[in-house]
C-alpha cells in the first residue's frame, strides 16, 4: 500500500513555470508506476503524463508534451512534474496516482490507478 500526497501548486502567470511534487510513503514504492492527471472544473478527470517504476517508460499527454516533464526519484519516494509555459486551460487540480501493475495500454485511464493523492490546485491566470 502506499500513500500520496501533493504539494507545489499556486497561481501563475501564462508563460510561467511550476513544479510540483508528489511525496509517498510505504516501503515499495518503486513497485509503482505513478501518474499525474488534472480535473479542471466541470470536466472529466484527465492524464497528464505517466512514468515507469524505472523511469525507463514515460507517456505524456498532446497537450502538455514538450511543456512539462515528469521525472522520479526512488530513494526520495517522489514524483515530479516540471512544468513550463503554462497556459490559462492548464488550470486545474492536479494529482499524482499510483498503480502495481497493469497494461501499458492503460497508463492513461484514471480508473486503472488504485491509489490517489488529494490534489493540488494550479491556477493560470491570462
Known amino acids: 500500500q502506499v500513500q500520496l500526497a501533493e504539494s507545489g501548486g499556486g497561481l501563475v502567470q501564462t508563460g510561467s513555470s511550476l513544479g510540483l511534487f508528489c511525496a509517498a510513503s510505504?516501503?515499495?514504492?518503486?513497485?509503482?508506476?505513478v501518474g499525474w492527471f488534472r480535473q479542471a472544473p466541470g470536466k472529466e478527470r484527465e492524464f497528464v503524463a505517466s512514468?515507469?517504476?524505472?523511469?525507463?517508460?514515460?507517456d505524456y499527454a498532446d497537450s502538455v508534451k514538450d511543456r512539462f516533464t515528469i521525472s522520479r526519484d526512488n530513494a526520495q519516494k517522489t514524483v515530479y512534474l516540471t512544468m513550463n509555459s503554462l497556459k490559462p486551460e492548464d488550470t486545474a487540480i492536479y494529482y499524482c496516482?499510483?498503480?502495481?501493475?497493469?497494461?501499458?495500454?492503460?497508463?492513461?485511464?484514471?480508473?486503472?490507478?488504485?491509489?490517489w493523492g488529494q490534489g493540488t490546485q494550479v491556477t493560470v491566470s491570462s
Open positions: 496516482a499510483a498503480r502495481l501493475s497493469g497494461s501499458s495500454q492503460t497508463t492513461r485511464i484514471p480508473a486503472t490507478y488504485k491509489y
Open positions: 510505504g516501503r515499495t514504492f518503486n513497485a509503482y508506476r
Open positions: 512514468i515507469r517504476q524505472s523511469s525507463d517508460s514515460i
